[in-house]
């Protein structure tokens, strides 16, 4: 069931969304070649657990650690380890959840590890700006599918792919809510946009292919090509004025 936010409820979900991108944002300060992603995991939860925040993932389903980070051709799901040491030219995504008060934030970003190759910037270019064709389209009276249609058309004309088999979600008192909203689709199809739902919109773009594969871990979810992979993700409410990013830090 989709869940309609009160003006009140969106104010206070702002919130945990606010302490999401400033968690992200202190991911992406620590972002540098010779540090473990289980370091990184480690800076954010104590960033998010010193705002009286829980991180979302932490447990959720079982997943391991606060913060999932995926380096290169890892898609979605890469769990933070002491093995996984960040070296130059790396591209690192990192997805982060903050709950406070009653609502989850949802956010993600890939950072480039000192200087990367002019490929590896033009994909996570096109997955940034994928992301933002997508938002524009979250308007009331819009369809979810008119969002998946404007990512996917962005990624598809500059020849990358959009992963199928993840998708984004509706988000507040419960992390993934109603309704999928995937990268790809149809304008004019699926649920209704209506004015107080609050959705992840995540476009996981591929330099190659869109097939994907999950490690046996059961959560490291790779390209199966073994390209590239990027992720952007804002937590967005649909208003009477238009689509606002939630996620934003002051
Ligand atoms: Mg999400």
Known sequence: MVSIKTARELSKMKDACKISAEALRAAGEAVRPGITTLEIDSIV???IEKQGATPS??????FPASVCISVNNVVIHGIPSKNTVLKEGDIV???VGAYYRGFHGDNA???????????AQALLDATKESLFEGIKQACPGNRVGDIG??????????SYSVVRDFVGHGVGAKLHEDPSVPNYGTPGRGP??????????EPMVNQGAYQVKVLDDEWTTVTLDGKLSAHFEHTVAITPDGPRIMTLCD
């Open 45 to 47: 939860r104590k960033y």
């Open 57 to 62: 993932f932490l447990g959720y389903g079982g």
């Open 93 to 95: 995504s990192v997805d």
């Open 109 to 119: 970003y890939t950072f480039p590890c000192g200087k990367i190759s002019a490929e």
């Open 149 to 158: 249609s404007a990512v996917q058309k962005y990624v598809e004309a500059r």
């Open 192 to 201: 209704r946009l209506l004015p107080g739902m609050t959705i992840a919109i």
